[in-house]
């Protein structure tokens, strides 16, 4: 948790959510979908801490009934808009689940891949005294404090952090002059980095993480032209309306704790990019937020027609949305470059809020899809 302790109030409504989720059983399947040792490690450290039987997490025993998760658990990893209702009605009428059961261990799989884009977005590493500790030199370094950039791109930071903080003070965005076919054609081309351009997620065969998972799949972009799914629309089926009344009716209060967070990490700022000079005009770092947050939603394959699309490319430099791309889809193949890099200067927590906008925007929209695909079954 030190990662998120230079904002404490974020970190208060994100513990109580962690919290309200963990509950009850069953983290360690969604931790190994992305192969996160540090989490996986510290799910079995704390599972055997309060007596759990330590043959449960040995292969090849595993309890059948969280297994029937798997297809669910890797389709929310890498292409959640292919989740539909009857692989919850699977669920629910042939392996024993009850629809409170189902959302609840749907709940901890989404929060724990948004830990996992923590864990490897921000370069966490396993504490020494986890079997993971001893090998942290052979994957990365472990700081996120973040290396002088290389001397041939650091104009261009300059340049292109100069750039941004003149678009914030100048933004006059009105959203009540977005042409909607206009914008549906910036939905499309606001999403410009590739699968080759991220780097395919790397498969790291570890024994660890053997046994957990039979369903062979990888992340493949939304296709907005693809005949077999829709954009999903988000003034049709939103969190507010829709997704929060409906986790709060299996799981009394997470919806509104969600919500709480949710709100907490969209509106966080201290109105400043890079640095933050006494005396010097406040900046609305809001549209940049946004941006970051559309972003992960657009590349989810959500939808929301009342936001300017075309902001996403006039705030984020391709390299920013190349690191949340890969903190969203592919989080173990982050290296440390990626978060060094972001194409504009930001302060290390700066760097940390990029993050947690984009991992906290994709624990929604798959909560979303979950969520909607559990009231059609």
């Not at 351009?197 to 660890?208: I, L, R």
């Not at 509104?256 to 640095?275: H, P």
């Not at 809001?286 to 992960?296: E, K, L, N, T």
């Amino acid at each position: 948790m030190q990662i998120l302790a230079p904002f404490p109030q974020f970190l208060e409504k994100y513990l109580r959510c962690f919290h309200r989720t963990f509950e009850q059983q069953g983290p360690i399947p969604a931790a190994s979908r992305f192969q996160c040792s540090y989490l996986f490690d510290l799910f079995k450290f704390d599972f055997l801490l309060h007596g759990g039987n330590p043959e449960w997490i040995k292969y090849p025993y595993r309890s059948e009934k969280l297994f029937s998760l798997d297809y669910v658990n890797s389709t929310l990893a890498y292409q959640p808009w292919r989740l539909k209702s009857e692989d919850l009605e699977i669920l629910l009428k042939k392996k024993g689940w009850s629809k409170a059961e189902l959302v609840q261990a749907i709940t901890i799989i989404c929060q724990v891949h948004s830990m996992c884009g923590i864990a490897f977005g921000c370069g966490v590493t396993p504490e020494i005294e986890l079997p993971s500790g001893s090998i942290i030199g052979d994957r990365r370094e472990p700081s996120i404090e973040s290396k002088p950039v290389q001397s041939n791109s650091h104009l261009d930071f300059v340049e292109n952090t100069s750039l941004l903080i003149d678009k914030l003070k100048n933004n006059n965005n009105n959203t009540n002059n977005i042409q909607l076919p206009e914008n549906r054609v910036n939905f499309e081309k606001c999403d410009v980095i590739d699968m080759v351009e991220v780097g395919a997620a790397q498969n790291n065969e570890n024994s660890d993480f053997k046994g957990f998972s039979n369903v062979e799949m990888k992340h493949q972009d939304f296709d907005v032209h693809s005949s077999e799914y829709s954009i999903f629309r988000l003034l049709d089926y939103s969190w507010d309306d829709h997704g929060m009344i409906l986790l709060s009716k299996y799981l009394p209060d997470l919806g509104d704790l969600f919500s709480i967070e949710f709100y907490e990490i969209k509106n966080m700022t201290d109105k400043s990019v890079y640095e933050k000079k006494e005396g010097e005009e406040e900046i609305d770092t809001g549209p940049f937020r946004q941006a970051i947050w559309y972003y992960v939603l657009r590349i989810s394959g959500m939808c929301h027609d009342d936001y300017d699309y075309q902001c996403v490319n006039r705030y984020l430099p391709r390299d920013i949305k190349s690191y949340i791309k890969k903190c969203v889809f592919y989080p173990n193949n982050v290296k440390r470059e990626d978060f060094d890099n972001l194409g504009i200067n930001l302060r290390s927590e700066e760097k940390v809020h990029v993050n947690l906008l984009a991992v906290e925007a994709r624990k929604q929209a798959c909560l979303l899809y979950s969520l909607f695909a559990l009231m059609h079954s």
